[in-house]
């Protein structure tokens, strides 16, 4: 028995006619959080979590037809019961569990292991299939713990403000931002670009309170932002924005920052391994977790990671998806007269 199919618009339950991410418009999305590779334009109605409501509503379109669900409460769609639980990828983000006559199927989106401490923390759910992904599905992906990582960061901070020199992080809008906004407060003062502004207010909507930022433009006096914190989109990286800034020292915020070789060190003093995805181990220690008697591995390391989930006994298939075209681990290429 399977209660989910791939379909050319994406995860689709025949049982109970929605849809899990969506790449294609359709009458009905189940969102497993606001990323744009996952959360896309032009459906007729979402299901999403509560705190995604108001990302969907500023990315998308803010007259969306949308309702929403807390971890661990569900509702039943067409004989399908779906429930959402906490997938510790970003803020909102969602394993979504649909059963149906007893059997469970769980389709992860994105996720990672280790609780980031501001994110809901990761809840492993038992099921019969398990959608996963593989962004980060080689051995070479280990993540320092939380801590350790965070100490390198700002012991970074320290030498650079040292040397009268301002530290500029380079992080998707949406979760990496708010990620280092937490792990970052007190430290300095904390300086972030419209577009993760634009986030956090969408975010503090549903009564959650992220650290204090101040908006930083083009015309930011080099005073306010001299030995301070700034945080910009990848988009901006190489712009005339982080030229302005006060003798910046720019660091890229990714998990393909483990791999020093990487072109995305190219334009940066420094990289830190920062991903809200899961590593190598985060990855089959969630799939064992599960019990799952048949995984779908999703986009990234899919024939790597497939394979070696067959060879330690978990049957395992790759399938192709749309996912991870606008991915938060992405580092966009330098441009050179954008703000």
Not at 8 to 35: E, M, R, S
Not at 107 to 130: L, M, N, Q, W
């Amino acid at each position: 028995m399977s209660i989910i199919s791939f379909t050319n618009k994406g995860i689709y339950c025949p049982q109970g006619k929605f849809y899990i991410d969506p790449w294609l418009p359709v009458d009905h999305a189940v969102i497993t959080h606001g990323h744009a590779d996952h959360a896309r334009f032009g459906s007729r109605h979402y299901l999403c979590h509560k705190f995604t409501e108001p990302i969907l509503r500023l990315r998308i379109d803010p007259n969306l037809s949308i309702s929403t669900l807390d971890y661990n409460e569900a509702i039943t769609i067409n004989g399908v019961k779906v429930s959402m639980f906490p997938a510790g990828h970003i803020i909102g983000s969602a394993q979504i569990r649909l059963e149906y006559e007893g059997f469970v199927a769980v389709i992860s989106g994105d996720y990672k292991t280790e609780y980031d401490g501001i994110s809901s923390a990761f809840e492993p759910v038992r099921c019969h299939e398990f959608v996963t992904e593989s962004t980060f599905g080689l051995p070479i992906y280990n993540w320092l713990p939380q801590k350790n990582m965070f100490d390198e960061i700002t012991n970074w901070i320290s030498n650079n403000q040292l040397q009268n020199k301002t530290s500029v992080f380079i992080a998707y809008s949406l979760g990496k931002a708010q990620r280092l906004m937490k792990g970052l407060e007190g430290i300095a003062k904390l300086f972030v670009h419209s577009s993760i502004n634009n986030l956090n207010k969408a975010i503090e909507s549903n009564g959650i309170i992220l650290p204090g930022t101040e908006l930083v433009t083009i015309e930011t006096s080099k005073a306010d932002t001299q030995n301070q914190i700034v945080i910009l989109p990848p988009a901006l990286l190489g712009t005339n924005l982080i030229k302005k800034l006060p003798n910046p020292s720019v660091a890229i915020c990714s998990g393909w920052m483990q791999v020093r070789g990487s072109r995305r060190w190219q334009a940066a003093d420094a990289g830190f391994a920062v991903s809200d995805h899961a590593d190598w181990p985060g990855l089959l220690s969630a799939i064992k977790a599960t019990g799952a008697e048949k995984v779908y591995v999703t986009h990234g390391s899919t024939a790597t990671f497939s394979k070696y989930l067959n060879e330690i006994g978990i049957e395992s298939a790759e399938v192709a998806t749309q996912y991870g075209k606008e991915d938060d681990e992405e580092v966009a290429e330098p441009k050179k007269e954008e703000d």
